[in-house]
């Protein structure tokens, strides 16, 4: 009869055995999505250049700290009403998001990170802040800023907040305004029909203060809901933050030189890591589990002689 140190180390052997497997896993996955970076009809002749494609120029987050919003500017928001940006200042602080609504990828995960952060900080949208969000596209318009709307304040899960919430849609010159103040660049570049459809630009969030000053920079599509707290805090009294780390993340879905999708986000690694983990935690669970149950049984335990 084995003794229950030895049962154990049987299962020890069997986990690290597993954990190897994950890793090789995990290895299999990353693999795929590292080559997805480049075209699959792509080799990589030459050493590979650590600068953005020529595209990209003019493509960035320059952090106007202090810098003073052009509140007199008017948009549309996503009830079809002409309102100036100084109506949802003076008292509170604001969340500003330039993005545009029918983007194909970056927009979207940056709108679902600041949803999702959200989500976990106790403030509310209307009451303690608000939630400004800008197309860049000037030929959208207010159906589509309010199903965007309806979308993210049926994830947000607060319908009683939407007072908070403003999607909103701009004349070019607006938007050229309001975009220079931020220090938001994009450029327009063709869609997969080859007609200027599409932007190339940089993922960020801006807290303003209630003055109307840009109080601090977030970069990225995910946000620690505590550094949106403290923002919110911050901004509220008119502090101003300090600049972060500029490591952008770019949305550029076409190139036009090769007529190809670009692969620019690859969560794929992120996922297969996650997966590993949780396959491994759980048939490490399981296997301890069984192991208890053998030990509680009568007549399982070591014999001793005598």
Same mark, same amino acid.
């Given at each position: ?10 299962? /020890?052997?069997?986990? +690290? ?15 795929? #999505? ?12 030459? @050493?590979?250049?650590?600068?953005? &494609? $020529?595209?990209? =120029? ?34 509170? &602080?604001?969340?500003? #998001? +330039? ?12 709108? =679902?990170?600041?949803? *999702?952060? +959200?989500?976990?900080?106790?403030? !509310? &949208? ?7 969000v800008i ?18 304040l049926k /994830? ?14 701009? !004349? ?17 570049? &063709? *869609?997969?029909? *080859?007609?200027?459809t599409q ?25 620690? @809901? ?11 009294? =008119? /502090? ?8 952008? !993340? ?15 986000? $690859? /969560? ?11 396959? +491994? ?16 049984? @009568? ?8």
């Amino acid at each position: 009869m084995q003794s229950k140190g030895t049962i154990r180390e049987s299962w /020890r052997s069997v986990a +690290l055995a597993a954990a190897a497997m994950a890793g090789l896993s995990s290895l299999l996955l990353c693999a795929p #999505a590292l080559g997805q970076v480049s075209r699959y009809d792509e080799k990589q002749m030459a @050493p590979v250049s650590d600068k953005p &494609p $020529a595209i990209l =120029n003019g493509v960035g987050i320059a952090q106007h700290l202090d810098q003073q919003l052009p509140l007199s500017l008017t948009f549309t928001d996503d009830q079809g009403k002409q309102v100036q940006l100084a109506s949802y200042f003076g008292k509170k &602080p604001a969340i500003l #998001a +330039l993005v545009y609504y029918q983007c194909p990828m970056l927009c979207s995960e940056e709108l =679902n990170g600041l949803t *999702g952060a +959200l989500q976990m900080v106790t403030f !509310t &949208p209307g009451k303690d802040f608000n939630v400004i969000v800008i197309s860049i596209d000037p030929t959208e318009n207010t159906v589509m800023a309010a199903a965007k709307k309806h979308s993210y304040l049926k /994830r947000y899960g607060k319908p009683e907040t939407a007072q908070g919430w403003h999607f909103m849609t701009g !004349t070019q010159d607006n938007i050229d305004a309001l975009t220079k103040a931020v220090g938001f660049g994009y450029v327009k570049i &063709p *869609g997969p029909d *080859g007609r200027l459809t599409q932007f190339a630009h940089a993922s960020s969030i801006q807290i303003v203060t209630p003055e109307g000053k840009l109080a601090q920079y977030y970069m990225g599509v995910e946000y620690s @809901p505590k550094d949106l707290r403290l923002g919110l805090v911050e901004a509220s009294a =008119n /502090r101003i933050g300090s600049p972060v780390d500029n490591i952008l !993340t770019y949305c550029y879905h076409y190139d036009p030189k090769t007529n190809k999708h670009s692969l620019i986000i $690859a /969560r794929v690694v992120q996922l297969g890591g996650l997966l590993t983990v949780a396959t +491994l935690g759980g048939f490490m669970l399981v296997m301890f589990r069984k192991d208890s149950r053998h030990d509680d049984k @009568p007549g399982t335990g070591t014999k001793v002689n005598g």
